[in-house]
């Protein structure tokens, strides 16, 4: 009886095995990690050379001491926690809204004649509304409390995933999708073994666009009405003049954004693993 094979190392930091190729330089983990350091540090380091030396002034420009004293100050009396949490929650709540509801508006107009001859004008003309000239109406019909600034966000967080994925959609190979229905599958059975996995990297894509879009759509819902999050501290820092809690809302919404990107990417490669 003869063994099995032993299996091969799939991790990217392996070693590679002898007469394998290696990998390439700019494709090997390491590198990308240092790599994407060198720009913020380098704008770090930018930052602190012209605060320091007098090239800016410390009330245009603080240094980044300055905002990381902020921070600290800010954490030390639990606000800047509570501005945390509550922009995190109303961008994941309008994040999940916008996401289900795109992907069902998806599927109706991808994958039926009537639906992309009804739904796709009126679409399309919504989607050229600017996000803003929706405030005044939102405020109307659901008062200032959270119900208006999450539809807010759901909205912003809808059209890149209805976009991606109906265009996906319409783009399934039709050779694939007459094949399947030659073995009798039809409906759900079809939807599933054939279009679906030659959509789930637009999906994905369009999720992250979507997540992007939500925390941009969240700056503008609480740069107007909202007594709390990171979008408020920026207002309320303006009004103020603390450039440096501005900074610091700047930062804080930047590295929130990166990492639940970074979130996002991981299931994607699980599910491009998984599907594809």
Known sequence: ??????????????????????????????????????????????????TTSGLVPPYRLPPPATVVQAAVQLADSGDLW???AISVQRVLLGFAIGSV?????????????????????????????????????????????????????????????????????????????EMARSFSLRGF?????VQLPSVVPAIMSGLRLALAQSWLFLVAAELIAASMGLGWLLTDSQSTGRVDRILLAIVLLALLGTLTNGVLSVVQKYLLRRWI
């Not at 059975?189 to 073994?193: K, M």
């Open 82 to 84: 509570i501005h945390i």
């Open 1 to 50: 009886m003869t063994s099995a094979p032993a299996r091969t190392s799939t991790s990217p930091d392996a070693p590679a095995r002898p007469g394998s190729a290696p990998r390439p330089f700019w494709e090997r983990r390491a590198v990308r990690v240092v790599g994407g350091l060198v720009l913020p540090l380098a704008i770090l380091g930018v930052w602190q050379v012209v």
């Open 189 to 193: 059975s079809l939807f599933r073994t």
């Open 101 to 177: 509801v795109g992907l069902a508006g998806a599927a109706i107009v991808g994958l039926t004649k009537a639906g992309d001859i009804l739904l796709s004008p009126i679409l399309a003309a919504f989607r050229a509304i600017p996000s803003l000239a929706l405030v005044p109406l939102l405020l109307l019909w659901m008062g200032i409390g959270e119900d208006s600034k999450v539809a807010l966000i759901a909205i912003g967080a809808f059209f890149p995933v209805f976009t991606t994925v109906s265009l996906a959609l319409r783009q399934v190979d039709p050779h694939s999708v």
